[in-house]
């Protein structure tokens, strides 16, 4: 069986995972350790970075501009680089960085209880395999490329009953990280100015002259309602246990 029709195959629902309470406390405990410590962060946060930038690339493409490259750094920084002659459309892309993590990791966690976590997992390596042709850096091919490497591994060595446990995990710590990060923003905000230039934010107001609170508010607002939204089938085992 060759690679792309395992793939293709890993797109179809698989069975329901059966998670129990106690085997969901342990997810939620393995989703923390990887964006709370600083030594599993280091690593973890790249991955959100990525996805934070991949966001921004998506916003671009889909609202007519043209992408000209993506760079990711191992300090947890990246760049998107668009043109539009649309501010409108800059603005629009620039605002889909800090939200975008939490709405991908609410989608693994919904897809990861409903049978569709190998589904999520295949769709993401092809994303990143996209995603490829648009890398400007070595560090940002590498990141990549490891991430596709590990998504390749859960797809071709691991049951499928078991990846579905993985999306779950996976998803809820990219929605431990996307709060990591506001915290972070609302940091540079109010502590760190000097590194203003540095956040989406404080571009989206020079872009619009639309105070930057009200930016990270709206952040705020998507990266809850993300996490209401995966919170729901969690809140179904958390139930039964108590």
């Not at 085997?23 to 393995?30: D, T």
């Not at 990861?112 to 070595?138: E, H, Q």
């Not at 999306?167 to 431990?176: D, T």
């Not at 989406?200 to 990270?216: E, F, H, K």
Request: proline share 3%; charged share 10%; net charge positive.
């Amino acid at each position: 069986m060759d690679l792309w029709q395992t793939l293709v195959e890993s797109l179809r629902r698989t069975e329901v995972p059966a998670i129990t309470f106690q085997e969901l406390l342990l997810v939620l405990l393995v989703a923390t350790a990887l964006s709370i410590p600083r030594r599993s962060w280091r690593y973890f946060g790249l991955l959100a970075t990525a996805v934070h930038e991949l966001g921004h690339a998506l916003a671009a493409v889909t609202s007519g501009q043209r992408l000209s490259g993506i760079r990711l750094r191992l300090d947890h920084s990246g760049t998107t680089t668009t043109y539009s002659r649309s501010r409108a459309a800059a603005a629009w892309s620039c605002f889909w960085g800090y939200p975008v993590p939490a709405i991908v990791g609410a989608g693994f966690v919904i897809a990861g209880f409903s049978g569709w976590g190998p589904a999520a997992i295949a769709a993401s390596i092809l994303v990143l395999a996209a995603s490829m042709l648009f890398l400007r850096n070595m560090a940002g091919f590498l990141v990549t490329a490891v991430a596709i490497a590990c998504a390749l591994a859960l797809i071709l060595l691991v049951p499928h009953a078991f990846v579905g446990h993985v999306a779950v995990v996976l998803g809820l710590a990219m929605l431990v990280a996307a709060v990591r990060d506001l915290f972070k923003l609302a940091n540079v905000h109010l502590r760190r100015r000097d590194r203003l230039a540095t956040s989406d934010a404080y571009l989206l107001y020079r872009a619009t002259a639309v105070p930057s609170g009200v930016w990270i508010f709206l952040f705020a607002v998507l990266v809850a309602g993300s996490w209401v939204a995966a919170w729901q089938p969690i809140s179904l085992i958390l139930g039964r246990g108590a």
